[in-house]
Structure formats: structure tokens, C-alpha cells
């Protein structure tokens, strides 16, 4: 079974502009979560989506935005870049989110100079 | 506020003997736990959780406990070996998984 797959890898951009990450979870996977990691820092939610629904969301301004497709395909959005947005930013998958264990892609590192 | 706190940026050991890293939390509504083990350039792997009504879970040579009532699990490797060297992070729930709570994460460096 295919894992949990992350695009692009890596990402640099100039503050100001705007980026968009995809992930694609597994196979048969309906719940599909961001999170950002900067440097010494554990991992921060951002949102959790479920059917095309955003379920759950984290305490981050309203420039990081998502959405997810009918194949459980997800894409998150962080408009107006700032300098403190450059983290590695993961995406996780999960049967339904319930009681269940993620399953987390390699993540995009995201530059912003 | 930070609800669930890995205090031990770090710990050494010495292979074949015993890992115990430690996790504490704060908030009561907690009631699935996790740990997750992180290699560099590489996104976290699940490796145990435990409920709430449980206080304690194994799977082969790990081991997590849960004392409800001082709100700390932590996270038992016996015996460690040098390829458990990663970093490992404490993980907290409510009823959906979906999003969970991270502590900052324990660096772990097992010595041959």
C-alpha cells in the first residue's frame, strides 16, 4: 500500500507571495491533518479535514487555509508569506480520525526569504 | 500554554539497557496518547498508543504507561538498540485523532 505523499519537497519563495502544498493519502484514508514544524518545535496543528469538511482547526491566522476533494486528496494554502512561515509542514492520514494512529508524509520544507 | 510537555530535550543510553522518556499533559480532556519516532528528513512513524482507560499497553519491546491521575505517560524501550536513535514525540487526544497535540519531542541517541 502507497504512503502518505507530499508535493513538492521542497519550496522556496519571497515574502509576499502565496503557496500551495498538496498531500495525498492513503489509499481507503478519509481524515487527512496539516501540521507545521519550525526548528526545536514540536509539531503545531493546523487543521484536520474529513470528507471534504474541515473538522477541526488549529490556532493559526486566516492566510493558512485548506480544502480537500472528493478522493480524500488535500491542499493547504498560506497566502501573504511572512519570514516565520518557513517550516516543514506534514501532512497525516488517517482511516477517521477516530482513535486512530496518523500515518504522516515526508513533508514539504518551505523557504521563505 | 502548552498542553503536553516533553521536559527532556534528550537522552543518551547504552545499548541493550532500558529507555524511558517521559511525557506530561494538562489537559483533563485528554484520552488517547501516542508516541510517534522521527528520523531526520522523514515525516513521524506511529509506534504505540494507549487510552484512557488503560494503564498500560505493550508491543514487543515497547512499552507505554499512563497515569491518569498525575497526567504523565512515558514510553519504555527495552532493550534499546542503536537503530531506535531518532527523535520521539509525545502525541495527546480527545475523541478525534485527527488532531492531536505534539510536545516538542525527546532526541534519543543509543550507544553501541
Known amino acids: 500500500k502507497a504512503g502518505v505523499t507530499q508535493t513538492p519537497r521542497y519550496l522556496i519563495k519571497t515574502r509576499g507571495q502565496q503557496v500551495t502544498l498538496s498531500c495525498s493519502p492513503i489509499?481507503?484514508?478519509?481524515?487527512v491533518s496539516w501540521y507545521q514544524q519550525t526548528p526545536g518545535q514540536g509539531l503545531q496543528f493546523l487543521f484536520e479535514y474529513f470528507s471534504e469538511t474541515q473538522r477541526n482547526k488549529g490556532n493559526f491566522p486566516g492566510r493558512f487555509s485548506g480544502r480537500q476533494f472528493s478522493n480524500s486528496r488535500s491542499e493547504m494554502n498560506v497566502s501573504t508569506l511572512e519570514l516565520g512561515d518557513s517550516a516543514l509542514y506534514l501532512c497525516?492520514?488517517?482511516?477517521?480520525?477516530?482513535?486512530?494512529?496518523?500515518?504522516f508524509g515526508p513533508g514539504t520544507r518551505l523557504t521563505v526569504l | 500554554d502548552q498542553q503536553v510537555k516533553q521536559n527532556s530535550p534528550s537522552l543518551s543510553v547504552q545499548e541493550g539497557r532500558i529507555s524511558i522518556l517521559n511525557c506530561d499533559y494538562t489537559?483533563?480532556?485528554?484520552?488517547?496518547f501516542l508516541w510517534y519516532k522521527k528520523y531526520p528528513a522523514e515525516g513521524p512513524t506511529f509506534l504505540i498508543s494507549i487510552s484512557s482507560i488503560k494503564d498500560k499497553n505493550e508491543d514487543g519491546r515497547f512499552t507505554v504507561f499512563l497515569n491518569k491521575s498525575a497526567k504523565h505517560l512515558s514510553l519504555h524501550i527495552v532493550p534499546s538498540q542503536p537503530g531506535d536513535s531518532a527523535v520521539y514525540f509525545c502525541a495527546a487526544s480527545g475523541t478525534n485523532a485527527g488532531k492531536s497535540t505534539f510536545g516538542d519531542g525527546t532526541t534519543l541517541t543509543v550507544k553501541p
Open positions: 497525516a492520514s488517517s482511516l477517521f480520525g477516530n482513535y486512530n494512529e496518523q500515518f
Open positions: 489509499s481507503g484514508h478519509r481524515s
Open positions: 489537559n483533563s480532556m485528554f484520552d488517547y
